[in-house]
């Protein structure tokens, strides 16, 4: 009998793409999938290592399962993702069977069987510089709708509050070539959304191939009626790459650009490579030159040495933007990373709750006043599924703002003009027209 897997995703849009990954690799070794841990012989949690909320999730997730093992003994659990690249050593004292980083998973099936035949624990965390999984065309995304697609791997930015460099490798690039070939058999499946993913998806290159072009290329291909990409990093925007977003109709015009600090200094100390006035001039060029660009970012506040003053450095940016939202985070220490080991986490928890609710708050009316300005307009909407109410539907435009309408007979993947009557900070709502 075949056993029976089940994967438990954490973090980011490329552990998504990589439990899909997994699960083609295994699939091909002949293994079958189960919705339920109940039913798994193989639970395989993949993991984030980038806060530490994620790090204790999974640890108390870990404690959580290893209960199942008291009414199946045979059960096998593997933790695989950045965490154990990261932090092998602590989780190889959790009772965990299997461990491997992101470069191992065509390992995973020897692992599985050597636990089976051994009961021994099995550790696989050597990096590859090459290895991209080229040739493992993942299947199982949400079908007909997006489809993550990893256009690269890894990165050479080394921001001094990151672990991704550590537990990914430095970069390395997928042939066009064959991101093409894996595009035209996701639109053979009905897709015709597809996301690029990648640590910094503008430092593609490949033989001279830069990621404009690449998406350019993406743009020709039949059946593709949407395009987005995540996540750009500030310091290397090239103006083809704003150009090809500009003029290519199949393009969103929604970029995530992420700020991190509003300070320099405080930006100098992340080694982000920019700062608050270069940044500032990269968004009012991104605005001009490319009308109705839904912009979105990353804030962590506390970060090291952070004062009440460089905070609202970073207050003021946002106001200065506009973004039309923000992920906010309180800045944890990594383990390995330069910040850790280089600068005191001395910013108070009291100081980092009322910094992050300020943000939040002053964010939230900044969105609303920004979602305020689309009442009356249609958009396409790319319809994902039900929405919290059960007689509504929920979908995208192509700004990536979530746009909630009565449920009138539409399916996932069709894509339908909405009028929007109204808004929150977070939701666009209207009636199909």
Request: proline share 4%; glycine share 6%; charged share 25%.
């Amino acid at each position: 009998m075949n056993r029976r897997v089940y994967i438990e995703t954490y973090g980011c849009q490329m552990n998504e793409y990589d439990s899909q990954i997994v699960k083609t690799i295994l699939t091909d070794c002949k293994f079958d999938f189960t919705e339920t841990v109940e039913d798994a012989d193989v639970i395989l949690l993949n993991t984030c290592s980038v806060r530490e909320n994620a790090h204790q999730r999974v640890l108390r997730r870990i404690s959580m399962l290893q209960s199942l093992k008291k009414t199946n003994r045979g059960l096998i659990i593997g933790v695989i993702g950045c965490m154990p690249q990261n932090l092998g050593d602590d989780l190889a004292e959790n009772g965990i069977d299997i461990i491997a980083g992101p470069d191992s998973y065509r390992k995973l099936a020897t692992l599985i069987n050597n636990v089976i035949e051994t009961g021994k624990q099995e550790l696989a965390l050597s990096q590859s510089p090459h290895e991209t999984y080229s040739d493992v065309f993942p299947v199982d995304t949400q079908a007909g709708v997006n489809a993550w697609l990893a256009v690269m791997r890894g990165c050479n930015n080394y921001c001094s509050f990151c672990v991704v460099p550590y537990t990914r490798g430095r970069e390395r690039c997928r042939a066009p070539e064959n991101i093409i070939e894996e595009i035209r058999r996701l639109t053979n499946d009905g897709f015709q959304q597809v996301t690029l993913l990648g640590q910094n998806v503008n430092s593609y290159k490949y033989e001279g191939f830069t990621f404009a072009r690449l998406i350019d290329s993406v743009s020709r291909i039949e059946g593709i009626r949407r395009i987005r990409f995540t996540s750009p990093h500030p310091k290397d925007f090239p103006d083809d790459l704003l150009q090809v977003v500009a003029e290519n109709e199949k393009v969103c015009k929604h970029i995530h650009l992420p700020l991190q600090s509003g300070n320099s200094r405080i930006l100098k100390m992340m080694n982000r490579s920019y700062t608050n006035e270069s940044f500032l001039e990269l968004a009012c060029k991104m605005r001009q030159l490319i009308p109705g660009l839904v912009l979105t970012t990353d804030v962590i506040i506390g970060f090291p040495t952070e004062t009440e003053q460089e905070f609202q450095e970073t207050l003021d940016v946002l106001r200065k933007i506009e973004f039309d939202s923000a992920f906010m985070f309180k800045y944890s220490e990594r383990k390995g990373t330069t910040a850790a080991k280089k600068y005191p986490d001395d910013v108070s928890e009291e100081d980092k709750t009322s910094r992050i609710t300020r943000l939040v708050d002053m964010q939230r009316k900044i969105s609303y006043q920004r979602n305020q300005t689309l009442l009356g307009q249609t958009f396409e909407v790319l319809v994902e599924g039900k929405a919290k109410k059960p007689d509504q539907l929920m979908g995208r435009n192509d700004g990536n703002k979530i746009v909630v309408f009565p449920d009138s007979g539409q399916k996932p993947g069709d894509f339908i003009q909405v009028r929007i009557d109204e808004v929150t900070p977070n939701t666009l709502i209207g009636i199909a027209v």
